[in-house]
């Protein structure tokens, strides 16, 4: 059984940083390519960044490039999204998410996008930023 579980968000001011972790457990092959996606209030649900495995290339939303990074930890079966420079308009729930088939990452951080359609998702991790 697939599982995912993400951590490390919490409450920060402006400017601050913040790792965000994820774990997942289950899968019997590598998945092609894992995001993050975050829920803020009063907009649409938004994939931020994604990492494609096979390349090892990672792609981001233009609203959170060159504060945002996707790494990943294989052995560890571990993704991380570091964030710096948070804003206050980064305040929201962050997911991990993932699927069993292959996903572009491109589509899933273009503008409009909420990655709803990719299968497997954590319960997500609350960042809140205080000005």
């Known amino acids: 059984q697939v599982q995912i579980v993400e951590s490390g968000g919490g409450s920060v001011q402006s400017g601050g940083s913040l790792r965000l972790s994820c774990v997942t457990s289950?899968?019997?092959?590598?998945?092609?390519?894992i995001a993050w996606a975050r829920q803020v209030p009063g907009k649409q649900r938004e994939g931020v960044a994604c990492?494609?495995?096979?390349?090892?290339?990672?792609y981001y939303a233009d609203s959170v490039k060159g504060r945002f990074a996707i790494s990943r930890d294989k052995d560890k079966n571990t993704v991380f999204l570091q964030i710096d420079d948070l804003m206050p308009e980064d305040t929201g729930i962050y997911y991990c998410?993932?699927?069993?088939?292959?996903?572009?990452?491109?589509?899933?951080?273009?503008?409009?996008?909420?990655?709803?359609?990719?299968?497997?998702w954590g319960k997500g991790t609350p960042v809140t930023v205080s000005s």
């Open positions: 990492l494609s495995v096979g390349d090892k290339k990672t």
């Open positions: 289950g899968f019997s092959y590598d998945y092609y390519a």
């Open positions: 998410v993932t699927d069993s088939s292959p996903f572009p990452c491109q589509v899933v951080v273009s503008p409009g996008s909420n990655a709803n359609g990719l299968r497997y």
